[in-house]
């Protein structure tokens, strides 16, 4: 199995940053796809930003030029740097770790951020 453990949110003015990590630990071998998503009350979990084994990034519209997804192999975590932010980036963010075309996606519990205007 494959756990992930998130931390970092919180909550901060519109225009102020937040930098979330996740820890990921267990059979993380074939782990090939990590990536940070988030769902705010009353919407649908979205991506927020992905980053493959290569070092290939993908980023939702909302998060292009204010967000960066990071991933240090040696140890283990995934990052996300979020800057400028804004009251409608308030969610949970949730740090998601799969082997692509496959059953096996994991997830972490959730860490809120709250950006007050």
């Known amino acids: 199995q494959v756990q992930l453990v998130e931390s970092g949110g919180g909550l901060v003015q519109a225009g102020g940053s937040l930098r979330l990590s996740c820890t990921v630990s267990?059979?993380?071998?074939?782990?090939?796809?990590m990536g940070w998503y988030r769902q705010a009350p009353g919407k649908q979990r979205e991506l927020v930003a992905v980053i493959i084994s290569g070092g290939g990034t993908n980023y939702a519209d909302s998060a292009k030029g204010r967000f960066t997804i990071s991933r240090d192999n040696a140890k283990n975590t995934v990052a996300l740097q979020m800057n400028s932010l804004k009251p409608e980036d308030s969610a949970v963010y949730y740090c998601?770790?799969?082997?692509?075309?496959?059953?096996?996606?994991?997830w972490g519990q959730g860490t809120q951020v709250t950006v007050s205007s």
């Open positions: 267990g059979n993380i071998f074939s782990i090939n796809v």
């Open positions: 998601n770790a799969r082997v692509a075309l496959s059953i096996y996606d994991f």
